[in-house]
Nanobody, 118 residues
Framework: QVHLVESGGGLVQPGGSLRLSCAAS????????MGWYRQAPGKQRELVAA???????NYADSVKGRFTISRDNAKNTVYLQMNSLKPEDTAVYYC????????????WGQGTQVTVSS
């Protein structure tokens, strides 16, 4: 059975930092593009950052220069380092393991809450 387990969320003051982790089990992430998404109340889920199997990265404009996505294939884990957090970063953050073949499903974690507030 496949599990993606996010951790590292919490309450942080504006300007603070958090590091999210997404640990995968039941699948290997080495050949997969991995992504972090977020969903704020009343808004659609949006891509925050993604990293390909070759470690190419892309970021939403709103987080460029503040967030960094990375992966450790040996640990089957992907990370999101979030610095200079803003109240508008408040959301549930989800990890996604993209399908290796388009006809197969993606896998999602259950999400972790990030709240940026003073």
């Amino acid at each position: 059975q496949v599990h993606l387990v996010e951790s590292g969320g919490g309450l942080v003051q504006p300007g603070g930092s958090l590091r999210l982790s997404c640990a995968a089990s039941g699948i290997g992430i080495r050949a997969r593009t991995m992504g972090w998404y977020r969903q704020a109340p009343g808004k659609q889920r949006e891509l925050v950052a993604a990293i390909t199997s070759g470690s190419n990265t892309n970021y939403a404009d709103s987080v460029k220069g503040r967030f960094t996505i990375s992966r450790d294939n040996a640990k089957n884990t992907v990370y999101l380092q979030m610095n200079s957090l803003k109240p508008e970063d408040t959301a549930v953050y989800y990890c996604k393991a993209a399908a290796v073949i388009a006809t197969l499903p993606d896998f999602w974690g259950q999400g972790t809450q990030v709240t940026v507030s003073s």
